[in-house]
């Protein structure tokens, strides 16, 4: 480990099952980037069924619906209502990690990507 500050860790590289452990053992996923196209990491902590915190940029709004299948932030004090909120309400983690593994199976599916590939190899 880098460094650890206060319950956040900077981890230095691990292998992808101790990347997903990590992950699903997460309270939540935040995305504070000021810039960024669609998020592998915001996907795959959606399928491990970890909640998501998100800044308001298109890249994580294309993904997340603010109180649907994650929270969304424009401010420091938005991130903090929500991490809040969040961590508080056991009812609104179950209904967010529901609504982004649904999210995930309707829209990020492997093997109907892999169909829809195959399709498209074999037009």
Do not use: W
């Amino acid at each position: 480990r880098l460094s650890t500050c206060q319950g956040v860790v900077l981890a230095s590289a691990v292998d992808s099952a101790e990347m997903h452990a990590a992950i699903k053992g997460s309270q939540m996923i935040v995305n504070c980037s000021r810039s960024e196209g669609m998020s592998n990491a915001l996907l795959e902590a959606m399928a491990l069924e970890v909640p998501a915190i998100v800044r308001d940029i298109p890249g994580n709004t294309a993904v997340v619906k603010d109180g649907g299948n994650g929270l969304v932030f424009s401010t420091p004090a938005q991130f903090i209502e929500n991490a809040k909120r969040l961590l508080s309400s056991p009812t609104l983690r179950n209904s967010i990690t529901a609504k982004g593994l649904e999210y995930i199976k309707q829209n990020h599916c492997p093997r109907k990507e892999a169909l829809i590939l195959n399709q498209l190899l074999e037009s």
